[in-house]
């Protein structure tokens, strides 16, 4: 009787070795890429001035969260508003005007007040915020 020894076939390479490298070499390239849109030039964002005391003087503003204006603590209409902002601007072009928005209001109530103060002589235009409790 002849006993044969079984053939020993070599094991397949597994591509899981692969699977892994390619793993981590996708998830590097995501670490080191940046994901965001780049400007084609420099952008550097303002600074918001916390702690200061609000400059006096000038127009305020005052934005609800539904939109209305008020104009020195007088609720009026957008066109009231770009009127009494004229009128004023006419006599003095440095007036300050000062923008009181909820903190809640869309900023398509605000951006476009912004633009149109712009349109009637408004060159010193600032918003006014509140400054984090926690920072």
């Known amino acids: 009787m002849r006993l044969s020894r079984p053939i020993h076939r070599r094991q397949p390479e597994t591509i899981v070795a692969l699977v892994d490298v390619v793993f981590f070499l996708l998830v590097f390239a995501l670490l080191i890429g940046r994901m965001d849109a780049t400007a084609p030039f420099n952008v550097t964002p ?79 235009i600032v918003l006014i915020v509140t400054p984090d409790a926690g920072g």
């Open 46 to 124: 303002p600074e918001a001035q916390t702690g200061a005391d609000l400059p006096s003087g000038g127009l305020t503003v005052s934005v609800a969260q539904d939109g209305r204006i008020a104009l020195d603590g007088a609720e009026t209409t957008l066109s009231g508003l770009l009127s009494a902002s004229e009128t004023v601007l006419e006599a003095e072009p440095d007036t300050r005007m000062r923008i009181n928005a909820d903190g809640s209001t869309a900023l398509l109530h605000v951006l476009p007040l912004v633009e149109r103060l712009k349109q009637v002589g408004a060159s010193d």
